[in-house]
């Protein structure tokens, strides 16, 4: 139902299937208030939306609504034919204490108005509530999932994540709602800390749900809607966000921008292209009728949203997701102190760093060489007597100046071609697959193939045998055959390998790719674009090929491609 793909950090585009068509993640749902609409759904739609948001609960408790949503559908009562979510009453309950609605009631009535991803009633638990009241809810929230999750039928489910500021319920909430038959998992109770600004806390939790949850599901951050905070919560791995703010914020002569929000009365510019495009001053825009007035600040608040929104899938596909964070964490204190949260979390984040990106990694502030790609890299870097000092990397060894995500700075050594010898091979092949291996796949007899018109390293052979070739732009080895039977040889298990079950190993013999789904076992020291050995738990060598995701991810259940296989044996 949900298929990632592409990745940058524990970020994701995704394709979330639903009755009423695919959701590419991330996005933005608006809230729709069939009451009161700010903008109409065509409005939304021309501002980029292509999912919505609206409340359950609201509708059901309005005799005009109940009746029109039974009999038209949730689609036919908000004139729009592509993929809707309703939330339960749960903020409601919330905001005023309680709601009419049982938690049983509410599903039967989203799944009679005929939503394609409906919520649980799940139990808000505010930021300060205790350990032991906090428990208590999730206890709650808990039982109510499993019920909802026995009664969802065709409907897809939103189960609700709480816990609190209490990181043990939050991991707990997550590992138990990874085991029910649940679609979507939004992280609840956060609207406090972000209105207050608490940036770090909402660092933590949305970290520890994450590394304690099902990955194969899309994550929602329930009632995210400021696009300061859209490429932050992105790269912990957040598919989906809601939000009535583009409204709230327009009725309040508030704008939003991903560099922050600013009173119309404090703007003397139009820091703005949609706002600009109208044509209008900012004292026009000031001097005009409320209605008018809020109608076209919720415009530009949208629009504004959904712009960021796809900053953040250009940075994805790119791979310049952490660059976009560094940037953005400089706009408020809160968003750098966030950064720092984050920081925490680099032995984990750095298991998700590609050793492969198509984009040139970018020095953003003093704070850059603490990326998690740092991390692991210098991790990786063999020793070595010709060194030079790389910006991010520090001592870098100068046979690794072609070898990516090393050699991505732009005209890095000047751009000239590195001239390769049998030392530097070595380098490169320990920095890709385990210190030491380098000499042992070589062996004592190797030959060096030039490309005659380019003049550049093209494949090694051993013993004239064809081993590895050099992906010129990457300065990387790919294995052949002989060289993967090499590499089966030097290691032991499950070193470099990853282990399929003996039924599936049939298709990767044919060369077909593998899926996470029939992966018993992963090196925990490969990384995504690593080179890899497909094996059966008796070790026999089935194929080779690139891993494509991380190993915790398939730990945590992924679903789809793992390993892009080169050959079968
Ligand atoms: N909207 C904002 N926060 C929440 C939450 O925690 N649960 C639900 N169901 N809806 C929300």
């Not at 394709?15 to 996005?27: D, K, M, N, S």
């Not at 499993?146 to 897809?156: F, I, L, P, Q, T």
């Not at 970290?207 to 099902?214: A, D, E, G, R, S």
Request: glycine share 6%.
């Amino acid at each position: 139902m949900f298929e990632v793909k592409y990745r940058d950090g524990m970020g994701r585009l995704g394709e979330l299937q639903t009755p009423h068509g695919v959701i590419e993640t991330p996005t933005l749902l608006p809230v729709v208030n069939p009451k009161k609409l700010t903008l109409s759904v065509n409005e939304l739609e021309e501002c980029g939306a292509t999912s919505l948001i609206t409340n359950s609960y609201l509708i059901w408790k309005e005799e005009e609504f109940r009746e029109r949503a039974t009999k038209e559908g949730v689609h036919g009562l908000l004139d729009w034919d592509k993929p809707i979510m309703t939330d339960s009453g749960t903020f409601q309950a919330y905001m005023y204490g309680e709601v009419e609605v049982l938690p049983e009631e509410i599903i039967e009535f989203q799944k009679k108005i005929g939503t394609d991803i409906g919520t649980m009633l799940d139990v808000f638990t505010i930021p300060k509530t205790n350990f032991s009241d906090a428990e208590k809810e999730l206890e709650e929230t808990d039982k109510r999932m499993k019920v909802a999750a026995e009664m969802k039928g065709e409907m897809a489910l939103n189960g609700t994540i709480q816990g609190g500021l209490h990181m043990d319920l939050r991991s707990r909430a997550a590992k138990m709602a990874s085991e029910l038959d649940v679609d979507v998992h939004p992280i609840g109770g956060v609207v406090p800390l972000m209105e207050k600004y608490e940036f770090s806390s909402l660092v933590d939790i949305v970290m520890n749900v994450k590394m304690n949850l099902i990955a194969a599901r899309p994550v929602h951050l329930f009632g995210c809607g400021h696009p300061m905070l859209f490429p932050l919560a992105a790269l912990m791995g957040c598919d989906l966000f809601d939000s009535a703010s583009y409204a709230k914020f327009a009725a309040d002569d508030r704008l939003m921008f991903p560099w922050g929000t600013r009173k119309l009365a404090d703007l003397y510019e139009m820091p703005s292209c949609s706002l600009a495009s109208t044509g209008l001053t900012i004292n026009e825009i000031k001097k005009m009728e409320d209605k008018e007035r809020v109608h076209i600040l919720a415009k530009h608040n949208l629009l504004t949203s959904f712009s960021e929104i796809r900053r953040v899938k250009q940075a994805i596909r790119e791979g310049s997701l952490w660059e976009l964070v560094e940037l953005r964490s400089h706009c408020h204190p809160n968003l750098m102190k966030a950064m720092e949260k984050l920081r925490e979390y680099r032995e984990y984040l750095s298991k998700y760093e590609p050793m492969f990106r198509k984009r040139g990694f970018s020095v953003v502030s003093e704070k850059s060489p603490d990326r998690p790609i740092v991390h692991l890299i210098s991790k990786r870097i063999p020793k070595s007597d010709e060194c030079f000092v790389h910006p991010l990397f520090g001592s870098t060894p100068r046979s690794l100046s072609q070898t990516q995500p090393v050699a991505q700075l732009p005209n890095f050594e000047g751009g000239r071609t590195m001239e390769w010898n049998e030392e530097r091979i070595v380098e490169v092949i320990d920095f890709q697959f385990g210190k030491g291996l380098g000499k042992k796949i070589l062996g004592r007899n190797i030959e060096c193939i030039f490309s005659e018109k380019t003049g550049r390293l093209r494949n090694i052979n051993r013993n004239g045998r064809h081993i590895l070739s050099l992906r010129p732009r990457e300065g990387r080895f790919t294995l052949k055959k002989e060289g993967a039977i090499e590499l089966h040889k030097q290691t032991k298990y499950p070193s470099n390998r990853v282990v399929v079950e003996e039924e599936t190993a049939e298709f990767n013999k044919e060369g077909k790719s593998v899926f996470c789904q029939f992966v018993l076992d992963v090196d925990k020291d490969l990384r995504p674009m690593d080179e890899c050995l497909i094996v059966t738990e008796k070790d026999e060598l089935v194929a080779f090929g690139q891993l494509r995701v991380s190993p915790c991810e398939i730990e945590q259940k992924q679903r789809g491609y793992a390993v892009r296989v080169s050959e079968g044996m």
